[in-house]
């Protein structure tokens, strides 16, 4: 309140300009929304209209008839189990570098970054051929462990640097307390690292969620697919028919926007953590 | 696992460097079951190091340590049987008061039902006052109210030996005091070993049956306070305990036709018959060391006397503290509250016998402790 007495204006405009992000960066997605429930004969008229005059989920159900279900549940399972992996590995992994002293250590971490700096596209043949070689072409198990290699380094980032933002005399306590270091960071580094694990898991959602290039690089048959590969078949199956296109568009980014905006404070915190102490 | 009151510590040649640093040199310390030991220095004297070696949160490079009849060098901290303080208490944030009381009676082994552990959690926390904050979090509560926290859980298994690494440090200095009581009441009921990292002599002094004082990584002295306060094995350890600082006036002591003398600069003490032992302290340079306690107002026989300008009055309530020049040197001194001293005052000052020291200067080992020869 004392804000808006001393400073209106200031606080008008910061308003303003708010506002503009947000439609920018809003209005397609509502715009798709609308669109994917409006009759088709509606998504074409002139001039246009934001709001459908009649609802209906008739794109919805073509998308679903046409297998967006099994994709949906494809990218739920590889999303998930790239998340896990990540966790798991990357807990344990950035605990080490956060708390012991190794010979080799800034080497192991200095690698890591650079890992992170090489673009996807470049290891995608690489990758192939290792997946092709221990015969997990065309499998979900493949992609994750191709997803959490790529994922990992970032995961390991973000978790060592929450780590060392707690004071050691934590797990000291828990140590004397009468728990194995092990026990320690289940019951009590973990716990207090919610937010690290957070953003960490957020970004590796997002990347096994979107990815396209990977997904249709590896998987060939039909019943494999994710989403974002389900979406583009689909671009070549309906040719210029909005609805279902831009049904199979929600069904895909609403799941991650719902994440995101129940998560988005931990995602934020999990981000200035890394970037202050990294 | 050593459970049960008070056992035994010993360390056997302990020592610890990082890189070209050495935090702890060659560590040989034996403190009896149910002993309340404090580790007394400077930051970086090697005492919190001491603290964590015997806590096993970090490895020793050399020497052992025993507790009790265990030698625990090689085991990890959950398997000491040692129960710890921290300075910023370590409270668990994601657990209520009751939840962290309890954890360390939930850990593996310790095969305790629900119901022992909810009525040791509640006794404790009566005993140390916190009994109304159990369903609240660390955050929520006092930093008084943190410490008795902290203190409970550490109390909660009843362990052989308390590590404390000043506990009290984050306290307002009233509260301090308060706590500085209550933990020796806790002590002299538990006689639980206790072990107290401190900075602070007038806690250790207060606190302790001995205290270990600390510089550069060495053990000075270990002995009981009064001990250390009237004979101080060195200067540093001198200067460390007591309010305020001793007075230090460099200089040598000469045999003179009139008897021996303390030569400083711009001042000669003539010494009283008593101490013409310090003669044989002739062949070396030397600092006499006197509290201000010891320098009075007043001409007494058979002590050391000078004339001096006083330069500045304190008062401190119970007594006044004065500054006087004495030829080239400046002689803090202590007077009766009621004494009327006035800055500019011409004063015959008294340096009494038995409140006076002599260190080597170089070595700043004691020569004379408390008027005494030192053995």
Known sequence: ??????????????????????????????????????????????????LPATVTLEHYATIFKAGALGFLLNSLLVSAGTV??????????????????????????????????????????????????????????????????????????????????????LEWSAMMDGYSRFQ???????????????????????????????????LSSEDTRTLPIGIYNFLGFYGREWGPLLAASMVSTIPLLVIFVVLQRYFMAGMTNGSVKG | MIEGSGASIEFRGIGKRYGETVALADLDLTIQPGEFVSLLGPSGSGKTTTLNILAGLISADSGSIMIGDTDVTYLSPDRRGIAMVFQNYALYPHMTIAENLAFPLQARGRNLSRLAI?????????????????????????????QRVALGRAMVRDPKVFLLDEP?????????????????????????????????????????????????????????????????????????????EMN???????????GVVFKAEGLDLTLPSTLSGWARFHDRAVTLGIRPQGVQIGQRADATQ??????????????????????????????????????????????????????????????????????
């Open chain 1, 1 to 50: 309140m004392a804000v808006l007495r001393s400073a209106p204006l200031r606080h008008l405009l910061r308003g303003l300009v708010s506002a503009v992000i947000v439609v920018a960066a809003l209005f397609p997605i509502f715009w798709g929304l609308m669109t994917s429930l409006k009759p088709a004969r509606d998504i074409v008229t002139f001039p246009p209209s934001l």
């Open chain 1, 84 to 169: 896990a992996l990540c966790i798991g590995l990357g807990a344990l992994a950035a605990y080490g570098l956060a708390r012991f002293e190794f010979p080799g250590k800034r080497a192991v971490l200095v690698a890591i970054i650079a890992v992170m700096s090489i673009p996807v596209a470049s290891l995608l043949i690489p990758t192939y051929t290792l997946i092709a070689e221990i015969g997990l072409v065309n499998t979900h198990v493949g992609l994750i462990l191709v997803y959490s290699a790529y994922q990992l380094p970032i995961v390991i980032w973000i978790l060592a640097a929450y780590y060392q933002s707690l004071p050691i005399e």
């Open chain 1, 184 to 218: 320690a960071l289940w019951k009590v580094v973990l716990p207090l690292s919610r937010p690290g694990l957070i953003a960490a898991g957020l970004f590796v959602v997002v990347f096994a969620w979107n990815d396209f290039v990977v997904a249709v690089t590896l």
């Open chain 2, 118 to 146: 909810k009525a040791k959690v509640q006794d404790v926390a009566d005993t140390l006052g916190i009994g109304h904050l159990l369903a609240r979090y660390p955050k929520e509560i006092s930093g008084g109210q943190q």
């Open chain 2, 168 to 244: 009290l440090s984050n306290l307002d200095a009233r509260l301090r005091l308060k706590m500085r009581r209550d933990l020796k009441a806790l002590h002299q009921r538990l006689r639980s070993t206790i072990v107290y990292v401190t900075h602070d002599q007038s806690e250790a002094m207060s606190l302790s049956d001995r205290i270990a004082i600390y510089q550069g990584g060495r053990l000075q002295q270990c002995g009981t306070p009064a001990d250390i306060y009237r004979r101080p094995a060195n200067a540093f350890v001198a200067n460390f305990m007591g309010e305020r």
């Open chain 2, 248 to 258: 230090n006036l460099p200089g040598t002591v000469v045999q003179t036709g009139g």
């Open chain 2, 306 to 375: 000078c004339e001096a300008v006083l330069r500045l009055v304190e008062h401190a309530g119970t007594e006044q503290f004065f500054y006087a020049q004495a030829g080239g040197v400046e002689l803090s001194g202590a007077a009766a509250p009621d004494t009327p001293l006035a800055i500019g005052d011409r004063v015959s000052l008294t340096l009494l016998s038995r409140e006076l020291y002599l260190f080597d200067t170089a070595s700043g080992a004691a020569l004379v402790q408390g008027g005494d020869l030192a053995a």
